[in-house]
């Protein structure tokens, strides 16, 4: 029985919510904890990091308990709820600092708060996306469900990209640091909110509609099964290395415009350069994707992407050298290579990974749509993680940083300083995803043709045994 709009609607819409949390977390708490409360920045790169080690033992064990999950609502969403109730409110935490803490004090409390909110968000994570091959019958629906979901996640993305320079402004009810500080604390409160009600929506419409039932693994033997997939392997180094190039960016972007192009004006540039680039990436998911894909295959359509995202960057990098950095119109141009491409590439990795599931079972004997999609959930914040100790780093080295002690207006940093933070959010990237297509293009297998044949065998397998 194929999904019903409600169904597909309502999956979606978790999407929403979901990776709205995420990017808030991902593009803005090193600002808000270097820039505004003054840790210093390779002690938050370090504390991001870390966590992201933590996460390697974490997320593949959150996929066993999923696994072994049986509840009359499923295994997903009992997860999916609590996992998203805890997380929105440590959401709210670690954007509500108390200002009493500094020092030490305040760096254990971004540590700690930070970690758990990994753990939660993992909770949540890995039974979303490992219900897609549970209740979608493989091919075209599929790809379309996993498709649709990245769309949204990229709705959900885009509009904290755009808008929270200007909404913490707004909330805050001003420009100095107290009021930033004020506004994340309150942006944090409304988002966390918003994310309980859309999951919600989202576990009381879906249900599970087919379900291998199989051994429940070890830690162990799931460690095994993901070394033995070698083509989820290859899909989760090509993922590391495209979001950490993303993630670079993102973190670099608000400091490039408040102190590269700087300016009084900087919020409503970077509000305008991002709603310009969070519109393309939408656009890249929900219409460059599919239309693409009547033209490309997959894997085609991931080597156009791979170029169009590295000649955006180059684009960008070379404008560095010029005025035209100045002009945000001008940045349109890099913008628009490096968001569409970002945008179909967050489809087509999913759409790889579930893949990968079926790869597995007809290779492995197991069907571990939690345990393959815990590792999408580790790699995509172990991006995060690299690309926030990456920025610290050029941060620290090129003392980009603004004085918290004082409400001073924001002044530009040296030539020096802003060549550095020109290059480390281009170079950096360039060479990640040269990377990612070198790796991609010798071990991937799994195109169009070689999928319909392993569910095809698959589905004789499974007559057989019964």
Same mark, same amino acid.
């Given at each position: 029985m194929k999904l019903s709009f409600r169904e597909k609607a309502s999956y979606g819409i978790g999407a929403v919510g979901k990776d709205m949390v995420y990017m808030l977390s991902a593009s803005y708490i090193l600002y808000y904890y270097q820039d505004l409360l003054g840790v210093k920045?390779?002690?938050?790169?370090?504390?991001?990091?870390?966590?992201?080690?933590?996460?390697?033992?974490?997320?593949?064990?959150m996929g066993v308990l999923v696994a072994k999950t049986k509840t009359r609502w499923g295994k997903f969403r009992p997860w999916l709820l609590m996992g998203t109730l805890l997380n929105a409110v440590?959401?709210?935490?670690m954007f509500s600092a108390p200002l009493s803490l500094e020092g030490k004090s305040l760096v254990a409390y971004a540590a700690i708060v930070y970690v758990m909110w990994g753990v939660t968000y993992t909770m949540m994570d890995i039974p979303y996306w490992s219900m897609i091959p549970a209740f979608t019958r493989g091919g075209k629906?599929?790809?379309?469900?996993?498709?649709?979901?990245?769309?949204?996640?990229?709705?959900?993305?885009?509009? *904290?990209? &755009?808008?929270?320079? $200007? +909404?913490?402004?707004? =909330?805050g009810g001003g420009d100095k640091k107290a009021n930033e500080i004020e506004g994340f604390h309150m942006l944090a409160l409304i988002v966390a909110g918003i994310f309980i009600l859309f999951i919600l929506i989202t576990c009381l419409n879906i249900k599970e509609?087919?379900?291998?039932?199989?051994?429940?693994p070890s830690v162990g033997q799931m460690f095994k099964a993901l070394v033995q997939n070698d083509q989820a392997m290859t899909v989760v180094v090509a993922i590391v290395l495209i979001n950490c190039a993303m993630y670079i960016t993102s973190n670099l972007v608000i400091y490039f415009f408040k102190y590269a192009i700087a300016g009084n004006d900087w919020r409503a540039k970077f509000?305008?350069?991002?709603?310009?680039?969070?519109? *393309?990436? &939408?656009?890249?998911? $929900? +219409?460059?994707?599919? =239309?693409?894909?009547?033209?490309?295959?997959?894997?085609?359509?991931?080597?156009?992407?791979?170029?169009?995202?590295?000649?955006?960057y180059g684009v960008l990098l070379l404008l560095t050298f010029t005025p035209a950095m100045n002009i945000?119109?001008?940045?349109?141009?890099?913008?628009?290579?490096?968001?569409?491409?970002?945008?179909?590439?967050q489809v087509l990795t999913t759409v790889f990974l579930a893949n990968t599931v079926d790869y597995g079972e007809l290779k492995n004997d197991r069907r571990d749509e939690s345990v393959i999609f815990s590792m999408q959930t580790f790699v995509v914040k172990l991006a995060s993680g690299l690309a926030a100790l990456i920025v610290s780093i050029c941060l620290s080295v090129f003392h980009i940083s603004s004085d918290t002690s004082t409400d001073t207006v924001v002044k530009a940093i040296n030539a020096t300083s802003k060549m550095g933070l020109c290059m480390t959010m281009t170079i950096l990237p360039i060479l990640g995803l040269?990377?990612?297509?070198?790796?991609?293009?010798?071990?991937?297998?799994?195109?169009?043709?070689?999928?319909?044949?392993i569910v095809s065998q698959i589905?004789?397998?499974?007559?057989a045994s019964e």
């Open positions: 920045a390779v002690t938050m790169g370090i504390i991001l990091m870390a966590a992201r080690v933590f996460d390697a033992f974490n997320d593949p064990i440590l959401l709210y935490l629906e599929r790809e379309g469900l996993t498709g649709l979901a990245r769309s949204c996640a990229g709705v959900g993305s885009a509009l *904290i990209s &755009i808008f929270t320079v $200007m +909404l913490v402004q707004a =909330l509609k087919s379900n291998v039932d199989m051994e429940t509000t305008l350069f991002f709603s310009f680039g969070g519109g *393309i990436q &939408i656009l890249g998911m $929900m +219409l460059f994707y599919p =239309l693409l894909r009547k033209f490309f295959s997959t894997k085609k359509v991931f080597y156009v992407c791979m170029l169009a995202e590295m000649i955006g945000v119109y001008v940045l349109f141009v890099p913008a628009f290579f490096i968001f569409a491409a970002s945008g179909v590439l040269i990377i990612a297509t070198i790796v991609f293009r010798k071990h991937f297998m799994l195109d169009e043709k070689k999928v319909e044949e589905k004789e397998k499974r007559g």
